[in-house]
């Protein structure tokens, strides 16, 4: 694929080779799914940009088997400890203000122990995604840094390589736009932007400095800076020697970029800093929007948006890099089974019904953070509408046909415990409903439910009538198994309470880890029969669906 004019297929082209198509790529050659990624940066990120892997994205790339390695980064070592976000006159004075538990990252695994196996890693972007792109090659993905796509006519597209100048054809029989705020596909196919749109304007000073004596035995996440003349926030890559500087410029960077030569940006990180004579070593300045945008439609035929071409938001929170994870992984287990030929091709139009309005809520939750703390630095309590982060990151539920909403027990135990139109549900309420993150529940070993969970359908239940069910079920088409859990144990015992069902009920949990499809109790007919028509619906399979070569 490097001569002028050859061409070669792929089922899914990916375009853009960020966290969010490195991460499309990852999943999709997890599910056995071949796939072409294309991105005109020769390298993955030098820039520690996004910083931090949620607690939902971590729980999903356990699953792909980067949680160990992503623990392992420099930045992620060096951040374990760090939680909440303070406000001072500079690193050096004293703080006058701090904001810590339910609306700030925390790593700790004691702060999340209850409701997830895995927490938060503050892993930064320039770490994160070589992880995400060696993992993604070793299953199987072929991925073309250094090639820009250049155009796209129907199922073909034409790429380049940027060093030779040769371009050569890929055909696909999907397409994945991860190319960006700024995404070109998406502005091709005249989707448009809607939301609250630009908030404000900053520059990202990369730098050097040993800080240990004024940051002293502190250990936050984010230090918002306030002076009269001067206001920042100062974020620790390393505790030590790495920081980054988010400073407010104007709308335009061309008039304001002569503010950040090497002598000014030196200047300002010493009055952030408070430390007059600080040795600083430049290592670069990056300017950015802070914005609250969301796309208008997420598909168009073949092509599907994801992350940044998607949904636009403030990094308050940490949650954009995270919710496009979590697009890809939403994206990915339906694409694989579109294209297996286990699914019927109305599944596709689930993505957009699931995470559009997902994504929407959580574009609201970080504008609401994005203004209280800059208006406050994080004190004066939490303004109204604010949900806790664990809700955000893991309570949010969605309502399209990929789920079972059935009355399956005649007592609306199925969807009756969610709320219609709310979209994150706090932790108290997390009751395994069709539509919702399942569960964790500890397993022997030190393991979870969830590590379970994965690359097919799971049923869950103590009932031999229902796993002998799975086996009948599987001629089906739906790749299914079974995991049993024996009646009476302490992890049967907390999954029957944590998912809503008796000893006799069961559970389908998809293989994005959502639960489709529930059923609390003795079963009114024949088990597998029950089992296979709910199949069939959250799959939107019939006799006739056919799928693409994979």
């Not at 892993?123 to 796509?149: K, M, N, T, V, Y």
């Not at 287990?333 to 809520?361: H, I, M, N």
Request: aromatic share 6%.
């Amino acid at each position: 694929m490097t001569a002028t004019g050859t061409s070669a297929y792929t089922p899914v082209l990916v375009v853009g080779g960020g966290i969010v198509g490195l991460s499309m790529s990852l999943f999709l050659s997890q599910r056995g799914i071949a796939n072409v990624l294309v991105e005109r940066h020769a390298t993955t990120s030098t820039h520690p940009r996004a910083r931090g892997v949620n607690v939902r994205s971590m729980e999903i790339l356990r699953a792909a088997g980067l949680e160990e390695a992503i623990r392992a980064t420099e930045s992620a070592v060096a951040l374990a400890a760090n939680h909440g976000i303070v406000a001072a006159h500079d690193l050096a004075g004293e703080e006058f203000g701090r904001m810590d538990g339910a609306h700030t990252a925390d790593p700790r695994p004691e702060a999340w122990s209850d409701i997830s196996p895995t927490s938060w890693a503050l892993c930064d972007q320039d770490e994160l995604e070589p992880l995400l792109a060696d993992r993604a090659r070793d299953l199987g993905s072929r991925l073309l840094f250094g090639h820009e796509l250049t155009a796209l006519e129907g199922d073909v597209a034409t790429v380049r390589d940027v060093r030779a100048g040769t371009e050569f054809q890929i055909s696909f029989a999907y397409v994945v736009a991860a190319d960006g705020a700024h995404s070109p596909l998406r502005k091709a196919r005249d989707i448009a932007f809607e939301g609250p749109g630009t908030l404000a304007h900053f520059a990202n000073i990369y730098f050097h400095a040993d800080l240990t004596e004024p940051l002293r035995d502190r250990r936050f996440v984010m230090c918002y800076l306030r002076q009269q003349d001067f206001q920042g926030a100062l974020l620790p890559i390393d505790n030590h020697r790495r920081w980054l500087l988010h400073v407010p410029i104007g709308p335009d960077w061309e008039t304001e970029k002569h503010r950040f030569e090497p002598d000014a940006c030196v200047r300002l990180i010493r009055k952030a800093t408070g430390v007059p004579a600080l040795d600083v070593e430049l290592q670069g300045v990056l300017p950015w929007e802070s914005a609250g945008r969301v796309a208008t439609r997420w598909r168009e035929g073949t092509l599907f948006l994801a992350g940044d071409a998607a949904h636009v938001m403030p990094p308050t929170g940490a949650f954009g890099s995270n919710t496009g994870i979590q697009d890809a992984h939403n994206l990915a287990w339906k694409l694989a089974a579109v294209l297996r030929g286990e699914a019927g091709p109305g599944l596709l139009d689930t993505y957009e019904a699931e995470r559009r309005p997902v994504s929407t809520a959580t574009v609201e939750q970080a504008v609401l953070r994005s203004k209280d703390r800059g208006r406050k630095g994080g004190d004066g309590g939490p303004p109204p509408g604010l949900a806790d982060d664990a809700a955000v990151m893991l309570g949010y539920q969605y309502a399209s046909t990929a789920r079972d909403t059935g009355d399956a027990s005649g007592d609306g135990a199925t969807s009756g415990d969610t709320a219609a139109g709310e979209t994150f549900l706090p932790a108290d309420r997390w009751s395994g409903a069709p539509g919702t993150r399942a569960p964790h529940v500890p397993l022997p070993g030190g393991r979870s439910l969830l590590d379970r969970y994965g690359t097919e359908f799971v049923l869950v239940t103590s009932d031999s009538r229902w796993v002998r069910a799975v086996t009948e079920a599987c001629g089906g088409g739906a790749r299914l198994r079974a995991c049993q859990l024996p009646s009476g144990d302490e992890a049967a015992k907390k999954f029957q309470a944590q998912y809503g069902v008796g000893d006799d009920g069961a559970v389908l949990v998809r293989p994005d880890g959502f639960v489709g499809w529930r059923w609390p109790g003795t079963p009114s007919g024949l088990p597998a029969q029950e089992l296979s028509a709910a199949l069939a619906r959250l799959t939107h399979r019939d006799t006739s669906a056919q799928g693409v070569p994979a």
